[in-house]
């Protein structure tokens, strides 16, 4: 099964008939004011504000129909077969702008979507995360490659002309597959792998997949190269966020078996040997990270131990000593999160298992 696929399946099965009311549960404010910043998105997931104040967003998109059984490897798990679109502007992915004022434009769209099985929700991938470097825009394929039912097009990097076209800079599909991990997952495992976070750091970019749990890092120019094989440590923790300031720390996921415990995920710090050092533990599913004043937070899907429960995503302090801090409650799926040039925290919500233009982004003042 993939990570951030079928594991969100337990969330579905009982979330599934009441999500339009679950988003209406009060969130639990401590302490700071939540606004609905954009609303009509497609499972948006990761967020940066670029260079003039605009913010930009990461959108899953709608899947597809398209099967590629019988063509190359398929994913492992009950997740698999999945389907496709490549060039779709109903359907496809998109980067979507949205104004200081909150008004959303689309930046490029049509760009790869896949998704699961009925049977698992049909849960999307696509366009999963967007970073600058100066003036450029790029972004990261997750939803694309052969075994995501685009044979076409693999999953990787992309660099966003200004007049909304694209082009692939770095194959992360193929990287994969002549750079394998120590520890992937057999049950858990996709060819193209699932990638999910991407940060610029000194004028290169730093793409994450959770599925095979690796760091790689692309110039722009596109040589790629591994930085951490975090299965070679850790096993299959899933990580999925990432954030650099002075250092680079990276949070997983989890995995949603028996053994899954509230608060049993971790923040590592990437240490200058490139090592994982434990920079605090104590936090529940997270799916971003980002630093405030100084101050590190975590973004979690849910705080439940197990599958997701509806309606409790949250934002903590996260603290080398001590329980993380909660900063805010109440979230319903939230994937993605940054913080503005106004010091607030900008959510994307809504991020898997909600229909078209369900998804938004929220302003949370602390």
Not at 289 to 310: Q, V
Request: hydrophobic share 40%.
């Amino acid at each position: 099964m993939a990570p951030l696929a079928v594991a969100l399946v337990g969330f579905l099965g009982v979330a599934g008939g009441t999500q339009a009311s679950a988003r209406h549960l009060p969130a639990r404010h401590h302490a700071a004011v939540v606004s609905v910043f954009a609303t009509g998105l497609n499972n948006p997931r990761g967020l940066t504000f670029g260079p003039h104040g605009n913010l930009y967003v990461a959108e899953g998109g709608l899947g597809g129909s398209h099967s590629t059984v019988g063509q190359c490897p398929q994913a492992h798990g009950a997740a698999a077969p999945y389907t496709g679109s490549s060039h779709s502007r109903v359907r496809g992915g998109r980067i979507s702008k949205i104004s200081p004022a909150g008004v959303v434009t689309t930046v490029v769209n049509a760009l790869p979507s896949s998704q699961t099985t009925p049977a698992t929700g049909s849960l999307v991938s696509g366009v999963s995360s967007v970073a600058f470097i100066g003036h450029q825009l790029y972004a990261l394929l997750s939803g694309a490659g052969c075994s995501h039912g685009v044979p076409k097009i693999p999953n990787g990097v992309i660099r966003v002309g200004r007049d909304g076209t694209w082009r692939l800079i770095a194959n992360l599909s193929a990287f994969q597959k002549t750079h394998p991990v120590a520890h992937p997952d057999p049950e858990d495992f996709t060819p193209d792998g699932t990638w999910y976070s991407m940060i610029a750091i000194g004028g290169a970019l730093y793409p994450m997949d959770s599925n095979h749990g690796e760091l790689d890092r692309v110039t722009p120019s596109g040589q790629t190269s591994r930085v951490i094989d975090i299965s070679a440590s850790q096993g299959h923790v899933v990580p999925t966020a990432l954030v650099h300031c002075g250092a680079t720390y990276i949070a997983n996921l989890g995995v949603f078996d028996a053994t899954d415990r509230a608060g049993d995920e971790h923040v590592w710090q990437l240490t200058g040997h490139g090592t994982l050092k434990v920079r605090a533990t104590g936090v529940e599913k997270v799916l971003g990270l980002a630093f405030r004043h100084g101050k590190l937070y975590a973004l979690e899907m849910s705080t439940t131990a197990g599958a997701p429960a509806p309606a409790t995503g949250a934002i903590v302090r996260v603290k080398a000593h001590g329980a993380p801090q909660t900063v805010v409650s109440g979230l319903t799926l939230p994937t993605g999160m940054t913080v503005g040039p106004d010091g607030a925290f900008y959510v994307s919500e809504r991020g898997f298992g909600f229909g078209a233009g369900a998804g938004q982004i929220l302003r949370i003042q602390p």
